[in-house]
């Protein structure tokens, strides 16, 4: 495993990489309605990236081995779906949960960011998921500093979403980001603290963890991506790419209507 310390000149290209792939999630926000398809949204999302930030969508056509090219510009999963889901001809019905990801390469350089999106009224035990999922992204952020270990973020976040009665995902993790969409580290959203790769300042990384209301174990669609939850039980992912600084953390992916951290 080999992590790059960012230089100075490739922290400034991706803040202004994670600041646009979050502006992709503000501008698609007031669009997330009942009996919009998916696809539409994926469209959209598509040509803000393409014509309005001059941004490439990194999803589109991203091969990883043994991956046919993914189909999107965004990804877009619901419900049940842990991520990876293919915008399609699906209409977004009341009661829908939805997280939205993007991923966008600015002069080289990728930022990538998730949120959970709501159509009308969510059940109470969909609210729940999703601010479980957003507070244990950000237990996970809030341990990043120089010297503190990989472990210790997986651990933050196993233990509280555990307390909470929910599962944490194993198969799909935080990774490490900048020219490459997918480099060194994996940061897994579980763990033993005080393990692990030891942090530096200037290493950027994502923080995403999958979190279901059921069982963690997965299955794969014969679409060769969507992700779904084996026994169909509700899933919710949030991620932000940060910066290890000298005395703590800076979210990259950040814009206008970020939503804010919760309180401690
Ligand atoms: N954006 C996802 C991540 O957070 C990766 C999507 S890969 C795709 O790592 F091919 F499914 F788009
Ligand atoms: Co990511
Ligand atoms: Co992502």
């Known amino acids: ?14 803040r202004v990489a994670c600041a646009l792939a ?9 669009f997330v309605k009942a009996g919009v398809t998916t696809a539409e949204l994926d469209k959209l999302c598509h040509d803000y990236q393409i014509n309005i930030l001059g941004v490439i969508p990194a999803t589109l ?7 046919t090219p993914y189909p999107a510009s965004v990804c877009i999963s619901l419900n049940h779906v842990v991520c990876h ?4 001809a699906r209409k977004l019905r ?4 939805l997280n939205i990801d993007v991923t966008v390469i600015k002069d080289g350089f990728h930022g990538d960011s998730s949120r959970m999106y709501c159509v009308g009224k969510p ?10 999922t957003y507070r244990a992204m950000w237990h996970g952020i ?4 120089t010297g503190a270990r990989l472990g210790d973020i997986g651990h933050a976040i196993q233990t509280y979403v555990e307390a909470q009665g929910f599962s944490v995902v194993r198969e799909f993790c935080g990774h490490g980001i900048g020219r490459g969409f997918h480099e060194d580290p994996q940061v897994l959203h579980y763990g033993r603290a ?23 174990q997965l299955r794969m669609l014969a679409d060769g991506w969507t992700v779904v939850t084996a026994d169909h039980s509700l899933s919710a992912q949030w991620e932000h790419t940060v910066l290890v600084t000298q005395d703590g953390v800076e979210v990259l992916t950040v814009s206008e209507n970020t939503p804010l951290p919760p309180e401690e």
């Open 194 to 216: 005080g393990s692990g790769l030891k942090l530096e300042a200037g290493m950027i990384f994502t923080i995403e963890p999958m979190i279901n209301t059921g069982r963690p």
């Open 85 to 88: 889901g293919i915008p399609g």
């Open 61 to 67: 056509n991203y091969a990883p081995p043994g991956h």
């Open 142 to 145: 809030r341990v990043v500093r």
């Open 22 to 30: 979050a502006q992709v999630l503000d501008y698609i926000t007031p």
């Open 1 to 14: 495993m080999s992590v790059s310390i960012k230089t100075p000149e490739e922290i400034a290209a991706m």
């Open 94 to 97: 009341n009661g829908d949960i």
């Open 123 to 132: 059940t109470i035990l969909a609210k729940r998921l999703i601010d479980v």
